[in-house]
């Protein structure tokens, strides 16, 4: 998480943002709204101070780009600081009599003065932001973080409707430090693409293979019934093969955790849930 040391007073800070090229809202841990410029509000349709008073007029709903309502600010801004990473949502703007808007929302954690604060960052939505904004992942061509939380909010979705369930499996590359300290980081990144590309071919074609983030993939398997474990043991066995790095096979050595739902449980939630299973 980036620590700033110090916070400009209320009136610089919106001198600072006004004249910005990009909508910004600063939050607090709890999701609310502590300040935000004139672009952002805007791009969101709403009045600067419906922006920061929480009000909406009726008629107004901003919804992810699957029609599923979004979490809320709180959920965000606790899946944001619990794993101190970005996180890009892309977002629907409903309004009663309006064409449908579409933007895309980069929060970041900060730290300003030993109180944890959220920056988003609102842009419109253009041809080339699945790339330039993290969607798909660059080094293995794998939906990224933000993609991987659309796909799973719908199957969980799916899961509601139909009776089924959703098996959410982690893969940590345990060895990707190690290769890495004795290679080279493109030995490192030559691993994670070898596994990530020997789960996409060797799972059905229906199932989401994500990286994660560092060193940690992400698969979603939808199925009729089953607590997922024979998802999880497939993909432990793909990703545990040797890889040949610089003449050695080396073994990535990975560990699988997963969680299987039958789409009560919203998706923040279950994320949380199989993150701490790996963690512990």
Known sequence: MRTVQTAPTRPVWDELIAEL?????LMDAAGTVLAGNRLAADLVGLRQEELLSGDRPAGWSARDDSGAP?????????????TGSVLTL?????????????????????LVRGEQRLVAFLQPVHTDVPHSRGLVDPLTGLPGRALLHDRLDQALARARTHGTVVTLVLVDVHRLAAVNAEHGFQRGDELLTVVGGRLREGLREDYTVARYG???????????????????ERVRELAGRAVRIAGTRVRPGVRVCWVTSDG?????????????RLRT
């Open 90 to 110: 892309p977002v629907v703007v409903v309004r009663t009599g309006a064409p449908h808007v579409q933007i895309w929302v980069e929060c970041h954690p900060l």
């Open 214 to 232: 560092g060193d940690e993939f992400a698969v979603i398997a939808e199925h009729s019934c089953g607590n997922g474990e024979a998802v999880a």
């Open 21 to 25: 090229p990009v909508g910004v809202v």
């Open 264 to 276: 009560a449980a919203p998706m923040h939630s279950v994320i949380a849930n199989v993150e701490e």
């Open 70 to 82: 979004l979490p809320s600010r709180a959920e965000i801004a606790d899946q944001v600081f619990r």
